[in-house]
């Protein structure tokens, strides 16, 4: 399988900046999807941003143009830039990966592995 080690998160004042990272080990594919995912209470899942291995991104439209996803080091460690940051972006923040065969959509469901969470939260 595959361990996903988050780190990175906390607290913040709107308009303010964090970074979220996420280390991958175990197996490895050549075809995969990374992504970010939060969770508000009483929320479901959803996703906030994904990388494919070829650097294929995508972006909930409530984020695009504030968060970053990027991936370094040989793509076993995994990003999010969070700027200008807004109470609503406030929750669980989870990363996950999963093989992929076609072009990757974040969708919580099609996702196999799942990092531990860490908190954000935005005050106004």
């Known amino acids: 399988g595959v361990t996903l080690v988050e780190s990175g998160g906390g607290s913040v004042q709107a308009g303010g900046s964090l970074t979220r990272s996420c280390e991958a080990s175990?197996?490895?594919?050549?075809?995969?999807?990374m992504g970010w995912f939060r969770q508000a209470p009483g929320n479901d899942r959803e996703g906030v941003a994904g990388?494919?291995?070829?650097?294929?991104?995508k972006y909930a439209d409530s984020v695009k143009g504030r968060f970053t996803i990027s991936q370094r080091n040989a793509k076993n460690t995994l990003y999010l830039q969070m700027n200008s940051l807004k109470p609503e972006d406030t929750g669980m923040y989870y990363c996950?990966?999963?093989?992929?065969?076609?072009?990757?959509?974040?969708?919580?469901?099609?996702?196999?592995?799942w990092g531990q969470g860490t908190q954000v939260t935005v005050s106004s």
């Open positions: 175990g197996n490895t594919y050549s075809r995969y999807c």
């Open positions: 990388i494919q291995d070829d650097g294929t991104t």
């Open positions: 996950a990966a999963r093989p992929r065969v076609w072009a990757c959509s974040v969708v919580a469901d099609s996702f196999r592995y």
